[in-house]
């Protein structure tokens, strides 16, 4: 196997320069996601703040245990509790429902990728979808030799692995440029084109559904996708919130309270806050997503019996119903869950009759049941 990481497919007369588009292509591997990972979770900041916090869990420890204070103590316990949160850190890549469900549908089929940097932003252009992210939508960016990964303000994950350049030149190049595509964003020119919508097969009858999500419609589609973790959040949170309010009660009402249950009636009160942090970033997530993907968005579907086309200004996507692996049928929406990654809201009132309403609702029944 060839040591040099940068094998685009991509033909080399399509490499351009930094000031025009460069155009990266390639296969998007499990080998890569976990590259992604291993750069989000173990950046200089991170590990920078886990050092600091096992140092000082392991001078605490000493406190509460004064044989401890010794520095060789405070030293072997920080480097143990660096050591077992690190562990826990590398497994929480096959824990996370995102790492998790991407790695298993990457291990399954590596997806072909192709990335357009233009002036105007990203085009990512992938198996059933071609969205378009305008510089201004790009949160935050981290690289490495390996990859590049790019946080979208829409919750979207773009990753840029080295092997879709045929050079080091080609992808330092691509990186200044995104790196000055975020910090230009200003200044970015628009879209001159979007996203157009697929021609359905001329035999298959075609159902259209056209408006703009709410953010209840949102939430209420949201509450389906996630409502497992949440109420698995809200109980541990709520077991350990009792945990701590017990053991503090005891130590408040001992008259001579042992030193070490102040900490253990801390430490489960901080892991019920971080929690409750959790389930706040769950929200703040999906606030974001109606604020940038549906708030002032029309979407259009485009129903057949075999698939959907959705198409927004900047994205379209094909959705065959074999890969909806849950559908729930609510009196004023039909809800989609997509391989357990993605969601997916149509309303009733997107559509221009009962009768077309009643015919989407069929198809989704039959998808379903076919798969099962």
Request: proline share 5%.
């Amino acid at each position: 196997m060839s040591e040099n990481p940068f094998q685009s497919p991509v033909d080399p007369s399509e490499s351009l320069g930094r000031e025009e588009a460069i155009v990266a292509e390639g296969i998007l591997t499990a080998r890569d996601l976990r590259a992604a990972y291993v750069l989000q979770m173990f950046s200089r900041q991170s590990v920078a703040i886990l050092l600091i916090g096992c140092v000082s869990g392991a001078m605490l420890l000493g406190l509460v245990r004064p044989e401890l204070a010794r520095i060789e103590w405070i030293a072997a316990h920080a480097i143990l509790i660096s050591l077992a949160t690190l562990i826990t850190f590398s497994r929480l890549y096959y824990v996370f429902p995102y790492w998790r469900q991407t790695r298993r549908r990457l291990l399954a089929a590596p997806e072909r990728q192709r990335l357009t940097l233009s002036d105007a932003g990203i085009r990512i252009e992938a198996a059933g979808a071609d969205v378009l992210l305008s510089w201004s939508q790009i949160g935050r960016v981290r690289a490495n030799r390996r990859i590049i990964t790019i946080y979208a303000r829409t919750g979207r994950l773009i990753f840029l692995p080295s092997h879709f350049f045929d050079s080091e030149a080609d992808y330092r190049a691509a990186w200044r440029k995104i790196d000055e595509g975020v910090r230009f964003a200003a200044s970015a020119p628009a879209w001159e084109t979007k996203p157009s919508p697929p021609e359905p097969p001329a035999d298959e009858e075609t159902i259209v559904a056209v408006g703009e999500l709410t953010w209840g419609e949102l939430l209420h589609g949201y509450w389906h996708f996630l409502r497992w973790q949440i109420l698995a959040l809200t109980l541990l949170a709520s077991l350990f919130a009792a945990i701590g309010v017990c053991l503090g009660g005891a130590t408040w009402l001992l008259l001579e309270p042992d030193p070490a249950l102040i900490p253990a009636a801390l430490l489960p009160l901080l892991i019920s806050a971080l929690l409750v942090f959790i389930m706040a970033l769950y929200y703040r997530a999906i606030r974001q997503v109606y604020l940038t993907q549906a708030a002032g968005v029309i979407r259009t579907w485009q129903i057949t019996q075999q698939q959907l086309y959705e198409t927004t200004p900047h994205e379209r996507a094909s959705i065959p119903w074999s890969e909806i692996t849950k559908l729930v049928e609510h009196e004023e929406r039909l809800i989609l869950i997509q391989q357990r990654r993605d969601v997916h809201i149509v309303p009733r009132r997107f559509f221009a009759t009962e009768a077309q309403w009643r015919q989407a609702v069929e198809w989704g029944r039959a998808g379903c049941a076919a798969k099962r």
